[in-house]
Every structure is written in C-alpha cells, then in structure tokens.
C-alpha cells in the first residue's frame, strides 16, 4: 500500500516536472503496469538486447560446430555434438528468458519483471539507492552493452534478472543487464533520484511550516491538532528527531 507520505508527495508533484532527456534504449510499454502504483510516472522502460543474453550459448554452439566438422575423425565427433545440443538449449533458454525481462525507472522506484517459465517482480524505491556503477562484461563491451548495477541499502528487492540461483547473492543490489549505454541510462537514473530528494525534501519543509503554522495563507489557520497530527507524522518518518518533535509540539500548543 502507498504511504501517507507518498500519497502526499504524488499530489503536489507537478505533471510539469522537468526531467533530462531519456537516454537510449528507451521502449514505451514494455514494462507491465500492474505493477505501477496509482499515479506513478513511468520515466524510462525498456528490454536488454538479445544479443547480450545469447552471446555465451552462440559462442558454444559455434565451437561445438567447429570441433564436430574439424575433429570428427579424430574421436572428438560426440564432444562437437553435446556443445552443439548444449549450445542451442542455452540459446533457447536465453532467448526466453531475454524477452521476459523488462526494466523500468519511475518518479518513485527501480522496477523489474523476469524469469523464464515463471515470472517474478522486484523493485526498489528511490531513497534505498546508495550508489550505482556499470560493469561491461568482455563480450558486451565489445558489442556496446553492459549491466547497470543499483547499490542499495540492504534493500530485500535485490535481483539478478539471467540468473535466479544467484538471487541471495545480489541481495542489495538491483541489476539490468544488456543495456544499450548503460553509462548513459545511469546519468540519468542518477539525475532522477535527485529530482526526487528535491521534491522529498520540499515536501518536508512544508510539512513543517504546516504543523509550525508558518504559511502566510489559510493554511496558518488549521486547527491545533491537525497540526500536531503532521508534527507526529514528520517524527514518525524520521524526518524530525524526537527532541525536535517535542519542541515543535510545545509550541505549536503554546500558540
């Protein structure tokens, strides 16, 4: 369910809001929107390149091939086969799994949907987001492709979209592998989350100037317990620390 909080940032964010220009890789409606809460914003969706998911498994086969043709008559006929099999299975599978896979950054959070014969969601809000960084593995650099890793603060929301067996392993982090750019996409995920602590930290000031009954509007004329409500709230949401809290109530109840 949306926070108090989140509902109250949703309604004074402006659809006027100006956000950086969307980097490359950018496809309108891949992401599911049953997994949207109401009124969050899509900024950015997109799928990873298919290319960078079957590289492994094409460069098997290729070898298998090769050994099959060059080394058949040297006894080494059933090894080519069982990389030629292994190979088209992992492309097979990659592939699936490829196209199943979709990212998507909102005004809110970090979101993804994978999984190859069943499919699973994780995301991330903003404000859980430490740091992020791009890995380019050797075949993705070589092709223009990387992964776009989302350091977090022990969010339970860390996923590795190719590989589900190492999904404890990337807990705290949030992956979005075979990007076209990642560096790219990062510059602007970066630029977003800090519109958002600007709008997270506004909201906050007016919260305040509310339970303070500092606004210059009717605003200032709200009855002594709503603004103990918003006081208790702003406490509540560690945005204020208890002895502030007890500070704020005193006044507002001397007022």
């Known amino acids: 369910m949306v926070s108090m909080q989140n509902q109250q940032m949703a309604s004074t964010r402006s659809p ?46 290729i070898l298998g091939l090769i050994i099959f043709l060059a080394f058949y008559n040297y006894g080494l006929g059933v090894l080519g086969i069982i990389m030629l099999v292994l190979g088209l299975i992992g492309i097979i599978v ?15 959070r970090v979101l993804t949907q994978y999984g190859v014969f069943s499919t699973r969601f994780a995301d991330c809000p903003h404000d859980k987001i430490q740091n992020s960084a791009v890995i380019r593995p050797f075949f993705q650099t070589i092709l223009g ?6 350091s977090t603060a022990a969010w339970g929301g860390g996923i590795q979209s190719r590989s589900q067996s ?4 990337a807990h705290g982090g949030v992956y979005w592998d075979g990007l076209r750019d990642p560096a790219e996409v990062k510059r602007y995920a970066e630029e977003v989350f800090e519109i958002t602590k600007r709008q997270a930290k506004a909201q906050d000031y007016q919260m305040m100037a509310e339970a303070m009954g500092t606004k210059q509007d009717a605003q200032s004329k709200r009855p002594v317990e709503e603004r103990l409500a918003k006081a208790k709230q702003l ?16 006044k507002i109840l001397m007022e």
Not at 34 to 44: A, F, K
């Open 94 to 108: 990659s592939y699936i799994r490829c196209i199943r896979t979709s990212f998507a950054l909102t005004d809110r």
């Open 235 to 250: 406490r509540d949401d560690n945005t204020i620390s208890q002895e502030e809290y007890e500070q704020m109530r005193k």
């Open 145 to 150: 492709y990387g992964i776009l890793m989302f």
């Open 16 to 61: 006027q809001t100006t956000y950086p220009q969307r980097p490359p890789g950018f496809t309108a409606g891949v992401f599911p929107r049953e997994h949207l809460i109401p009124g969050e914003i899509v900024l950015w969706e997109g799928r990873p390149a298919i290319i960078a998911y079957i590289i492994g498994p094409l460069v098997v086969t």
């Open 166 to 169: 190492k999904l404890a392993g």
